[in-house]
């Protein structure tokens, strides 16, 4: 079987670090493995506007956005298709049919809807389409037979979902065209959640605590400098604490070895350097300048493809338009299949006719 992958964003916004080091990074890596037989990465619009429906300005003009961050973190249009979600009509059509497997109590419980309903005041009046996305992205998924979805745990339901509506799909149709995708989660679980530069337990636009992968390095210097650390450390001999200290989350989510022996030798790794921390001696200062060195490695080359992706946007468009075309090509190989296994592929069934003319010739 071949091995397929797909995932998305919303374009609600720019992508940050949390987006970074949660799945972006991970993406490249899976797409330079050269394991993958397919890759899907969507740009998820409509999703986006099961909650935004009303401003679609907003998501419009993050479409680019969204796209640029990709192509500069390293994703290769190559061999990734990048695709626009509302332009891949099929999907659509898979929600409405997937729709009949799943019950409204079934879509009650999915924590991750439920969560952000209450985020989002919805709970009087909850928009239907934003309560049934989880179908949606059930079509995402399978319209590419994914095997693989590289997501962050708030996804797993989601995965979980899908996978009962492709055993009920095929069950049901007595057919073998849906595929049941596995989750693909950071193995770190820094990674899982990187809190804000004022500690906050996540990044959140709103908050105005992220670091943006488009920050330029002058932005990224004053977004290190004043971050979250321990507020009982105060004179420079005082013992600090690491939990709940954003700086060190950081250095957890990005500093290696290498970064030590580059930036600062007196250690060798990051436990050293917390243990001296933590007895007292070591200043935020210091440590807010390896982390920015830190990230600012890791933030160079993506800076440098931004800028030249930047030149050319029609050519980014034109990236988008063709990985959409590739996307819908394959989505519709699928659909034909689901309303083969559904029984209402009537056109294309010469023996469907010609029995029911049959029927009439008695
Ligand atoms: N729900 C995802 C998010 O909020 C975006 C998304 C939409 C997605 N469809 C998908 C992710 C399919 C993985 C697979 O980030």
Known sequence: MSKIILTGDRPTGKLHLGHYVGSLKRRVELQNSGEFDKIFIMIADAQALTDNFDNPDKIRDNIIEVALDYLSVGLDPAKANIFIQSAVTELTELTFYYANLVTVSRLERNPTVKAEIQMRNFETSIPVGFFTYPISQASDITAFKATTVPVGEDQLPMIEQTREIVRKFNGTYNADVLVEPEALIPQNSVCCRLPGTDGKAKMSKSLGNCIYLSDPADVVKQKVMSMFTDPDHIQISDPGKIEGNAVFTYLDAFATDEDFAEFLPEYKNLDEMKEHYQKGGLGDVKCKKLLLNVINKELEPVRARRAQFEKDIPAVYD????????????????????????????????????????????
């Open 319 to 362: 990236i988008l338009r063709k990985g959409t075309e590739v996307a819908q090509a394959e989505a519709a190989k699928t659909l034909a299949e689901v309303k083969n296994a559904m029984r209402i592929n009537y056109f294309d069934d010469a023996a469907l006719i010609q029995g029911q003319q049959d029927k009439y010739n008695k």
